[in-house]
């Protein structure tokens, strides 16, 4: 079919890609995909090819989850389940799985995705009260710990520790915990924040995540499930959503995304050996999102509206003084090789996404360009 | 992270795949996606890292249908979703989205794969009675029309076109009529024939199949729907599951599986310019399928139990005389580069998957492995 494309003969630029998801990944975990594409180790076919079933795919499966515990330093009563559907079948699945003995599902309430969640909790099953919101803030700060009242009824707590499109972050691990002592399971969709610093997973039920943030290609959702959680179900659900059916098939019940998942375990192994683990790739994270929000700040033509204890590291969205120039913006940055900086069609002005995968590089290419912009325009 | 694989400098030498799926994929399409990968036509980033609704993958999307709708002269009436979970997914999401009338599925057993949707469908709703089965025949052939009696209350008639385990494919398009004459939707699970030849779309109410045989990589499932059906969903279904809800979003409710759909797109790219279009390729897969079948019934050390009318093109089980040689015939067979012949764990023998992407030349070199192996050990 030839190389209608970018062919071999091209020399190959990499931009900066500042996309929310599905965003960029390391330059060297591509590489490798690249150079194993059509032979993996010899073997003679692409790992696409694969059988699921088969001594290869299982060790690379089986690698992937390996690196994934010891980077995220899982406890052995977790199960760790590599799934399809993204993150938001997983608002489905939640209740599904844990709902099984009655009770209601309760939310923190902190923006776009928080309410997804919640809206597909309520459509299976009605109620799903908020246990706190950040509404009254225009989702601008997170409630804090004593803001938080469960329902009598909570059979567990869900909040979104990100929000990918507000650019709100949680600084806390809340706990749930009803007035009278009683501690329900604390489950997180993570799918923006999963793998940007140390975590530590002992105070969550359940962890989800779609992939296509800071693990890998779209498609593929990690679950993170202590495992007394997995006989709570209900009967009534879609057999593949099963917590339980995908533990005891290894995430094999039908064939899973086996490409996403041999990526996925790429980029654990970047992160182990060439970042250097969880605690290095933290400190990163911490410095580009300090330089970006430190240009934002000294300037009155860039402007962040979250309080700075809730400022995501992963998402930072930011409006100009005069909205006539988000276009020139736009464009002028995507011409510098900055891309993928228009801010969620629901709430316009930028965003730049600050995933693992970005280096310091782009961050410190993108506050030049804003300063020399400004100073072109403001 | 360096090239510890097979590095870009090592040889590629690609063996010949049977492997039932994941499966081979044409050698041009990966050849393509790996010159594609870090910098797709030059934009400064993969495919994988691009949002979905983005310029680009849009393109790349709707590219994608444009091309499958050509390839299988997809009439305007039916829309086409390109979604997330395979084909097992689709056991419940048939269901959900065409029993909100009230009604009961109905179905034709012919093997392990139209089991598993029966079963899903009876956990979710119970009911689901079998129009017509092989089982007497032990699954050697598929039941006649006039075999097939649907019940009263049929909401829709469910079959799987080709068993991909048992070797087992329909030889005809069911009509799925009441005794009274009421025609019911004929819903039909494609996954391991669909583009392999010519179809008549028309006949069919749902058309699904899973990618990973004749489309591209595990992880997408692809959905080609009447319009008309949209509106017998029920209402308690997850809300990623509705085709309605797909298909008024352009299959992109939530993020899909954008690498897979456009190496699904690569992929039908190669059936319309390389392959010339599907009554091309099913003279390509008669051939494959002749030229083993041939050489199994011309030989009484091997041996297929289907009946000819029957036989799937796409995937050919066959047994050794002595099943004391199957170890030795897969050692071999790989050693000679024939790779994936051993049979579904719960049948044993060997398979030969025939798919689209399994070149001429490949059957050819594995019948004469097995001639060499039966005069050696014969």
Chains 1, 2 share one sequence.
């Not at 330059?27 to 032979?39: G, H, I, K, S, W």
């Not at 501690?183 to 969709?189: A, K, Q, S």
């Not at 002992?202 to 495992?227: H, T, W």
């Not at 736009?330 to 280096?359: D, F, I, Q, T």
Request: proline share 4%.
């Amino acid at each position: 079919m030839g190389n209608k494309g970018n062919g071999g003969q091209s020399p190959i630029h990499r931009r900066y890609n500042f996309c929310a998801g599905p965003a960029a990944l390391p330059t060297a975990v591509l590489e490798r995909a690249r150079d194993e594409l059509l032979d993996y180790h010899g073997r003679g076919l692409s790992v696409m090819e694969m059988s699921h079933r088969g001594e290869d795919f299982v060790a690379i499966a089986e690698q992937a989850e390996a690196d994934l515990r010891e980077l995220l330093a899982i406890p052995d009563n977790y199960r760790v389940l590599f799934t399809q559907g993204g993150a938001s079948l997983q608002f489905a699945a939640v209740p599904y799985n844990l709902l099984g003995h009655g009770g209601s599902a309760n939310f923190l309430y902190t923006g776009i995705w928080g309410k997804k969640a919640m809206a597909e909790a309520r459509h299976l099953f009605g109620g799903a009260p908020v246990a706190a919101s950040s509404e009254a803030s225009g989702h601008t700060e997170v409630p804090r710990q004593s803001d938080i009242v469960l329902s009598d009824d909570a059979a567990y707590l869900h909040y979104t520790a990100n929000e990918t499109i507000g650019g709100l972050a949680f600084d806390y691990v809340p706990e749930a915990v009803q007035p009278d002592g009683r501690e329900v399971p604390l489950v997180c969709d993570m799918s923006s924040s999963i793998l940007s610093g140390a975590l530590d997973v002992s105070k969550f039920g359940v962890i989800y995540a779609g992939a296509q943030k800071n693990i890998g290609p779209a498609g593929l959702v990690v679950v993170i499930v202590r495992e007394d959680l997995l006989d709570r179900a209900r009967a009534d659900m879609p057999s593949l959503l099963g917590y339980k059916t995908l533990a005891e098939a290894g995430s094999m019940v039908n064939t899973p995304a086996t490409y996403s998942w041999y990526l996925a375990g790429l980029v654990f192994q970047w992160l182990k050996n060439d970042i250097g683990g969880l605690a290095a790739m933290d400190a990163i994270n911490r410095r580009k999102a300090e330089t970006l929000y430190a240009a934002i700040d000294a300037s009155d033509f860039y402007a962040n509206p979250i309080a700075r204890r809730n400022r995501s590291r992963m998402n930072i969205p930011f409006v100009l003084a005069d909205d006539r120039l988000d276009e020139p913006f736009l464009e002028e940055a995507e011409a510098a090789g900055l891309l993928n900086l228009k801010g969620h069609r629901s709430v316009g002005g930028m965003r730049a996404s600050l995933y693992n995968a970005v280096p310091e590089a782009a961050v410190e290419a993108l506050v030049d360009f804003m300063a020399d912009f400004e100073k072109r325009k403001g």
